[in-house]
């Protein structure tokens, strides 16, 4: 049931926004909560965390009023406002960009839609009236602000034409649009489900200061751990039915559960203890034990009993044997990829060696995919060339999902590409035990992969990538669809993994933990290195974005995220191997700029050249002949700073 309340109607301290008192829900076979209490207060940031399927995304749904409780009450405040943001935007086939903003319930919302079409309607001025009332109820509900308020988000989202249709947005797009719909109208509670799926690192980072800067309680379910770390107070764990709720952001949520479970190990340990002395008295012949003894036997029993289950494998014991890398494992050089009139790279060249852990960022629609799939040989590239060692096995997980038929089982899936795997001290797993360690039971291994939610999939996916026993993987958005718990796990493992990883990832918190060094796309064809963690790379952009221009003159694009150190290694320490392979080719990259730079002062010098007979491609080319100047002297900087410190 739902019960309204009037503003602060018997609560005290910070206003109660929602309340929501013993509820359950049951959805499919089985309950997915029950018994369930919590509040929502004004201002409160929850980040909303737990496995797939707990009902997360139910909850969310339960409290913006898309769904009834099957046992509880949920009690709102009176004229309570609340905006949603959904895991996957729906629209209607033909949508436009500007018919999916409108497309609302919110009174203000529909009021603009309806004042915008009466204006072009009115065009020959026969129904001023109507436009005049219209006009009027804008000024009182503030119908123009909320108006400018979209035209202005969407800008910044880089979102300028309103009639694009929306089936032909990219799910980057289309998340944008979503989120200037769900961030434009006034509201005292946002509940944003998944918000960061499908955004680059910069667009996170947009929503994340959009979010601070207002004073907007809001519910966010996400498996973007910097997110929850950045922005939340309060966390909600949902796990097996049960609710629990933690004061603080999500590194606090963390010690206290490893509070928690060492309080559990603790007592474990002292049952244990006494569980030792029982069973030594109860191997005693009962002429040894004397007297009655059924009540002791039967508290042995109940502790026997109460021992916890075996605990999941450590990702130490899960570390897979791996196949030997040679000297040569890939060598790129020159690289050139465009597509149509976008440049992805242009002239890169690299050499990867053994134990490398690669980060690929970028905007969305810059190429980092096409990175791997060049990488991958799944693609061609226009220019230079790639070449593998012959000891390579490389392992894509891509973005495309499986690819088999869908009537075969999980188990008959895995077993395609292998149906044992070697493990690191020379064991072996089956392919039934390798499910089983990535949260896929016996009981489902016969289940079709047609059946599998599209986290289920992926997740399959990687178990079969592992199986093959790549040394060389390529992951592109591997966190994407994955719980919290599903990511830690495949962080651990790759965290074992002893050959070379390259990762697109807008996740930062996986980027911080398994890269040491980022390749940076601009989507213009320009792929600069970073030797150190994202959160290094991260600090220096912050540091370099707040530094005053010199002279007047704009702050470079380039500089910060030109090839530097990370802080992690000052200058009086030795080289680190990524810095002596960053030494080995920066040399080769000043000279291809330097060629880049002579080849524009010929065409500048030429009369009769293009560039003379075409303005907009001259100033095009005086503003990459600049951005040349700015990375010559940063890699130039950055060669004589490590050269001072190499052998």
């Known amino acids: 049931m739902i019960y309204p309340w009037t503003s602060g109607e018997g609560y005290s301290g910070a206003m109660t926004l929602i309340s929501l008192d013993s509820i359950s829900k049951t959805l499919g076979k089985g309950p997915l909560f029950s018994d369930v209490s919590f509040g929502i207060e004004e201002g409160e940031r929850i980040g909303f965390v737990g496995p797939n399927g707990n009902g997360k995304s139910t909850l969310l749904k339960i409290i913006a009023g898309r769904l009834e409780v099957d046992e509880g009450t949920v009690a709102r405040k009176r ?20 018919d999916f903003l409108f497309r609302s319930d919110d009174p203000v ?39 400018h308020r979209f035209v202005s988000l969407l800008s910044e989202l880089d ?40 955004l680059d690192v910069d667009t996170i980072e947009w929503l994340e200061k959009k979010l601070l800067s207002r004073n907007t309680a809001f519910v966010v379910v996400t498996h973007d751990r910097w997110f929850l770390d950045d922005l939340c107070t309060t966390i909600l764990d949902i796990d097996g039915g049960r609710l629990s709720k933690y004061e603080g952001n999500y590194s606090e949520y963390l010690r206290k559960l490893e509070e928690r479970q060492a309080l559990v190990d603790e007592r474990e340990r002292r049952r244990e203890s ?4 029982e069973l030594e008295w109860l191997k005693r012949g009962p002429k040894a034990r004397g007297g009655k003894d059924k009540k002791r036997k039967d508290r042995i029993r109940e502790m026997v009993d109460g021992r916890p289950g075996a605990e999941a494998l450590s990702m130490e014991t899960l570390s ?41 960022m970028g905007p969305n629609g810059s190429g980092k995919s096409t990175i791997l799939n060049l990488i991958a040989q799944k693609a061609t590239p226009d220019g230079g060339t790639i070449e593998r060692g012959t000891t390579v096995v490389i392992g894509y997980y891509d973005q ?22 070697r493990m690191a001290d020379g064991s072996e797993l089956t392919a039934e035990q390798f499910l089983e360690r990535f949260a896929f039971p016996r009981s489902t291994h016969g289940q079709p992969v047609g059946k599998l939610s599209g986290g289920e999939r992926r997740r399959l996916l990687l178990v079969r990538l592992l199986i093959g026993n790549p040394n060389v993987l390529l992951l592109d958005e591997p966190t994407n669809d994955f719980d919290i718990p599903t990511i830690s796990l495949l962080e651990d493992f790759l965290a074992t993994f002893p050959g070379c990883i390259i990762a697109v990832s807008h996740d930062r918190a996986f980027l911080q933990g398994m890269a040491d060094s980022l390749w940076i796309l601009d989507g213009k064809g320009r792929l600069e290195r970073f030797v150190g963690s994202y959160g290094e790379w991260r600090d220096l952009r912050s540091e370099m974005t707040a530094e005053e221009p010199r002279s007047g003159e704009p702050k470079s694009k380039s500089a910060p995220i030109a090839v530097t150190q990370g802080k992690g290694n000052p200058g009086g320490k030795k080289l680190s191997f990524a810095e002596k392979k960053e030494l080995d080719y920066l040399l080769n990259e000043i000279d291809a700029l330097e060629s880049q730079k002579s080849n524009l002062e010929a065409q500048f010098a030429d009369p009769s050249g293009a560039l003379a007979k075409d303005g907009e491609a001259f100033a095009a080319a005086q503003r990459r002949y600049k951005e040349i100047n700015e990375e010559i002297i940063l890699k130039t900087a950055r060669w004589e700073t490590l050269a001072s410190r190499s052998d």
């Open 79 to 98: 004229l309570l406002r609340v905006n949603m943001l959904d895991q996957v935007p729906l629209w209607e086939p033909g949508d436009t960009i500007r």
């Open 109 to 147: 919302v529909r009021l603009v839609d309806r004042y915008e079409r009466t204006i072009q309607k009115n065009l020959d001025g026969t129904n001023g009236n109507t436009v005049a009332d219209l006009t009027h109820q804008m000024e009182i509900l503030g119908g123009f602000t909320l108006e």
């Open 159 to 198: 979102i300028h034409d309103l009639s694009l249709p929306m089936d032909t947005l990219s799910g980057g797009m289309a998340r944008k649009a979503a989120l200037a719909r769900c961030l434009g109208p006034d509201s005292d509670l946002l509940l944003l489900d998944e918000p960061t799926n499908h």
């Open 274 to 277: 006494i569980l030792r002395v």
């Open 320 to 360: 897979t044997s791996h196949r030997r890398l040679g000297g040569k494992i890939i060598e790129i050089q020159g690289l050139t990829k465009a597509w149509g009139p976008q440049k992805i790279v242009d002239n890169f060249t690299y050499q990867l060696s053994a134990g490398e852990r690669i980060g690929i």
């Open 400 to 421: 495309m999902g499986l690819d088999v038929e869908a009537e075969l089982s999980i188990l008959e899936y895995v077993q395609r590409t292998a149906e044992r795997i």
